[in-house]
């Protein structure tokens, strides 16, 4: 199967928190809007990035994966987005005969990201993700943010250098505060929460970062 010639796109909002391997799971009854915390759904996930040798990728902001494994799996390009948030656009995953062999970026993608890049790309860096995901629904079942505890094992794949760590991230969802207002007392009582179970502020703003030591 071939990726789609027009990825499906969407903005993300979302903040992270670095926690130590024995840290206990945050008490989520604070949060505004949230009545229940959903089952955990176990994911496994391996994402190989790729930029250009000189880096142009990197230096505009931008990233390109090809993501195994979750709901979203496929090939990724995250970017700015207007007013906050990273936009992320999505295309399938394709055929891919070797998961260790270098990503070949596909056609779609490669117009995508020609403003910022152009071929050869080489492998940047490769995160894998044992992830455990939580739905935060209201009262009518409806998603207000998603919490996902990450333990991450990341290989830069140009230095050679392997690294792990365990993280959160709280990204809202379909019944979020659509206000800054409300969004902003939505993170407030996040962050409350985090603090109290032992979490701190993420030192790295995403995972492809710290994997390459940033």
Same mark, same amino acid.
């Given at each position: ?19 130590d391997d ?6 989520w009854s ?48 995250k970017g ?10 999505? +295309? ?23 403003? +910022? ?15 455990? %995901? ?30 792990? +760590?365990?993280? +959160? ?39 492809? %970062? ?5």
């Open positions: 199967m071939s990726a789609a010639p027009h990825g499906a796109s969407n903005v993300e909002v979302e903040v992270k928190y670095d926690v024995d840290t206990p799971l945050p008490d604070s949060l505004p809007g949230v009545a229940r915390v959903g089952e955990p759904e176990s994911r496994d996930l391996d994402a190989r990035y790729v930029d250009t040798e000189a880096g142009d990728l990197s230096r505009a902001g931008v990233a390109v994966r090809r993501r195994r494994g979750g709901p979203d799996e496929g090939w990724h390009v700015p987005a207007e007013g906050g948030g990273r936009r992320e656009t999505q +295309w399938p995953l394709g055929e891919v005969s070797d998961d260790d062999a270098a990503p070949v970026v596909p056609e779609p993608i490669l117009d995508a990201i020609s403003a +910022w890049a152009r071929p050869p790309f080489t492998p940047l860096a490769r995160v894998r993700n044992d992830r455990t %995901a939580y739905a935060l629904t209201d009262t009518a079942g409806a998603v207000v943010a998603e919490f996902v505890d990450d333990r991450v094992r990341a290989r830069d794949e140009r230095r050679g250098a392997e690294s792990a +760590w365990r993280e +959160w991230e709280v990204e809202l969802g379909p019944a979020a505060p659509a206000d800054d207002e409300g969004r902003a007392a939505f993170f407030a009582a996040v962050d409350a929460a985090v603090t109290a179970a032992g979490g701190r502020p993420a030192a790295s703003g995403s995972k492809l %970062a710290r994997a390459l030591g940033h």
